[in-house]
């Protein structure tokens, strides 16, 4: 999976009817496009449909999250989706709030979520200051190059323009890459 500042290379339409990526897809927490109970999500392994519905479905959780608790960009930036570890993080964090609120939990659950989600608010934070993101203006993740390697290219900065904008195209693009490798799969295995 890759998380680099693409330029855009999937076209995509706002408003498009046959897109599951629309506006009313960002934030429509309480009508949720996967009707599977709670599971762990591999983003390493997922099928590009899969991965479209879990973006979706995280984003509109991330949403939510930090309009309920008021959690500023230092906790959880606008491109959080371009971040490997703060996509880790939420997507576990998700899934321990589906959970601890799952109607047939035990009554304290929600409380054991809250006091995890203390500990992961220290270090979404910690992964924010790490990474350099920021409210208006993203950068990649610095990557320390190990002795032997090539090293990496600098981080530049990339000025955040319309965050929703952002991440359509970067589902889209990353739902394409998935597809592409399926489909290279799968000629490969024919073949054989």
Known sequence: ?????PAYSSEWTPGDPDSSLNAGSFDEVE???NAEP??????NLLTAEDAETEWIELNRWVNWLR??????ASIVPPLWHRHPELVWELSALHLHW??????DQHGSAPFGWHRD?????????????TSGTRLERDRLTRQITWPGETPADPAE??????????????????VARRRDAEAEFYARADSL
Request: a negative charge.
């Open 31 to 33: 009508a949720p496009l």
């Open 38 to 43: 709670p599971h762990p999500v591999n983003w």
């Open 1 to 5: 999976m890759s998380f680099a500042m």
């Open 117 to 129: 989600f203390a500990d992961a608010r220290q270090r979404l934070h910690d992964w924010v200051a």
């Open 98 to 103: 589906l959970c601890a609120y799952d109607p």
């Open 67 to 72: 309009r309920t608790y008021g959690l500023p």
């Open 157 to 174: 900065d990339v000025v955040i323009g319309n965050r929703d904008e952002d991440f359509v195209h970067f589902v889209v693009d990353d």
